[in-house]
């Protein structure tokens, strides 16, 4: 089953008086862009972490969030720093004497000024890692069955524009037949006007005539055109993860379709690979989401 790169995933979890929230966020990128966000306390596991994102996620821009909150506040310690505060508070007095201004609320003030109140720091070797981990896993989980229901999408959408081209070739399997008897027909009744006043070798004609057909010939590019669609059906059916493979391919495609282009001299012929062409654009727009 593909795989959309674009995925999502949450998880939510107390653990020793800690709630710890973990957030997954996934965008395309072509390579593994890997973004994480998390405590100062975890630095210690951001190499494991770091693994098991790039283990699983495998590819796309992936940012991840970790938040560490003591769950329950009632005990918690409210941390001052008294020096500090005492310091902002003698600058906000100094100032307003300067300017012969009323004192105001300067407590307020010098509490709201920076790193005065400090958060109540976690202790790295009390951190429940096991639970941590667990989150981060479930997290990971979630973001892989949001890729997994997109890429079922994307696959389907796919599948109908590799349908519409295959439905193309068969239009110009269908018009190739009768547009090289043109082109024969349209030779000879040329050459039959000429034959009363040039004098023709039949032979060299014919050469020349075949040389002629050959050049215009696509019946290779036919064959290759439908090995191609066949083996794209193959890969996104049976292979995980095969973005990258799946790009290659139609850029195989697409140069069967330049060729046919190229070579058939025919309106409807034409048509249809402009018609192909614009369905193979599509492909390459949503191959770009395929992980």
């Keep these: 089953m593909q795989q959309s790169m674009t995925g999502y995933g949450r998880d939510e979890r107390t653990s020793q008086n800690l709630l710890i ?7 395309n990128s ?5 973004s994480p966000r998390m405590p100062k306390e975890l630095s210690a596991w951001e190499g494991e972490i770091r693994n098991m994102i790039t283990d699983q996620l495998k590819r796309g ?21 008294e020096a500090r505060f005492k310091a902002y508070y003698n600058k906000f007095s100094a100032l307003t004497e300067a300017v012969n201004s009323h004192s105001g609320d ?23 890692w096991g ?12 973001c892989i069955e949001f890729r997994k229901n997109e ?55 014919e050469q020349e005539l075949i040389f002629y057909m050959e050049r215009l010939d696509i019946s290779e590019e036919k064959v290759r055109l439908k090995q ?25 495609i ?21 018609m192909m062409k614009d369905e193979l654009e599509k492909v390459k727009e949503q191959n770009l989401n395929i992980l």
């Design 151 to 205: 890429g079922e999408a994307l696959a389907q959408k796919l599948g109908e524009y590799i349908a519409n081209i295959r439905n193309g070739l068969k239009t110009v399997e269908e018009n190739d037949e009768s547009r090289s008897e043109n082109i024969r027909s349209r030779i000879q009744k040329n050459l039959d006007e000429i034959r009363d006043r040039v004098q023709v070798d039949e032979n060299r004609f």
């Design 21 to 27: 929230k973990t957030e997954i966020k996934a965008l």
């Design 61 to 81: 821009k992936v940012m991840l969030n970790i938040e560490l909150e003591v769950a329950d506040n009632s005990n918690l310690d409210v941390l001052v720093d």
């Design 228 to 252: 191609h669609l066949d083996y794209f059906d193959e890969v996104i059916g049976s292979e995980e993860c095969a973005g990258k493979k799946l790009g290659f391919i139609s850029q195989e």
């Design 30 to 34: 072509k390579f593994l862009d890997f």
């Design 254 to 274: 697409g140069r069967e379709i330049n060729t046919i282009g190229s070579k058939a001299s025919h309106a409807e012929i034409q048509r249809t690979v402009v």
């Design 106 to 128: 300067l407590v307020k003030l010098a509490m709201q000024a920076p790193d005065v109140i400090k958060q109540q720091e976690i202790d790295p070797e009390s951190l429940p």
């Design 131 to 142: 639970d941590i981990k667990a989150s981060l896993q479930e997290a990971i989980h979630h």
